[in-house]
């Protein structure tokens, strides 16, 4: 039977390539910086051109359906993940990276209906990869099929993290003390794009095996969900329970094994839901 949905994904990357032309012209230009719910939660004018042009766009196409886009929440839109078609935006996952030309930025779209991720494509367009999975299909990197790493020893694996926009002192605390316990289990490393997508992407990729962060959006990680479990891999809350995309935590690794060795020793804290009205 043909995909009733491959429409809408086609629509989705030509869309993602056209907006990542934009972000690689203005990543040449002058940026000018706004702050948003703190003095280093970042936004510019790109972040919301982009939007716009991606959310106009689908709505030429397909005008029933619904969005949640990063800026227009930004703009006081609601942020609902209902059962109807609905596509989730991240013009630029990675804003802080622009801003500095830190060459790690991602246009990150995701569509879901009856809140389960049907497609998600992740633009890395400095690198010029695009991620691609569709729900049972697989997962892809410019066209070639994508595997999680096979490495099960925590002691061998490689972690990726961020440290988030929250500079609150304790947070600031709990996020070290997860870090600290991490780094000591031994991992061989740990690294961080900078960007939650393109994070979850390496996880899928195989590069690094395991990606968790505390304050992430449903917009930074709807898209790239997908990617890694259509890449063979585990999506978990950090304290071990199903993973839910508004809660803002995600442990996504190559396997069960990482995955339950991290949630030992992260310091899970909870955050204001995405969908708290
Ligand atoms: C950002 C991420 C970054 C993460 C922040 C934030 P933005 O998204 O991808 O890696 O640490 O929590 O959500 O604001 O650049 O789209």
């Known amino acids: 039977m043909a995909d009733p949905w491959q429409n809408a994904m086609d629509h989705a990357v030509a869309v993602a390539r056209k907006a990542g032309e934009v972000v690689c012209d203005a990543l040449r230009g002058d940026r000018a910086v706004m702050t948003k719910s703190s003095v280093v ?63 790690f930025v991602a246009i990150s779209i995701g569509f879901a209906i009856n809140k389960q991720v049907e497609f998600g494509v992740v633009f890395s367009c400095v690198e010029d990869k ?89 917009w930074d990680v709807a898209a790239a969900s997908l990617i890694v479990s259509e890449a063979g891999g585990v999506l978990m809350d950090v304290d071990g329970g199903d993973v839910d995309l508004m809660s803002r935590r995600i442990i996504a690794a190559n396997s069960k094994t990482i995955t339950e060795r991290l949630v030992k020793a992260i310091v899970p804290f909870s955050l204001p839901r995405d969908d708290a009205t």
Not at 45 to 65: A, G
């Open 41 to 103: 939660d970042l936004v510019t004018q790109t972040d919301q051109k982009v939007e716009q042009l991606i959310i106009q766009s689908v709505k030429e196409k397909f005008p029933t359906h619904r969005f949640i886009g990063e800026e227009s929440v930004a703009a006081g839109e609601p942020c609902v993940l209902s059962d109807s078609p609905t596509w989730i935006i991240d013009p630029i996952d990675g804003t802080t990276n622009f801003v500095h030309a830190f060459p």
């Open 130 to 218: 695009m991620f691609t999975a569709r729900r049972g299909k697989g997962a892809f990197c410019n066209g070639e099929p994508l595997q999680v790493s096979r490495q099960e020893a925590v002691e061998q694996a490689m972690v990726a993290t961020e440290f988030g926009s929250d500079r609150d002192a304790d947070v600031v605390d709990k996020i070290f003390q997860s870090l600290r316990n991490i780094l000591c289990l031994p991992v061989h490393g740990v690294r961080g794009a900078g960007s939650a997508a393109i994070n979850m992407c390496l996880v899928a990729s195989g590069c690094v095996e395991a990606y968790y962060e505390m304050g992430i959006h449903v």
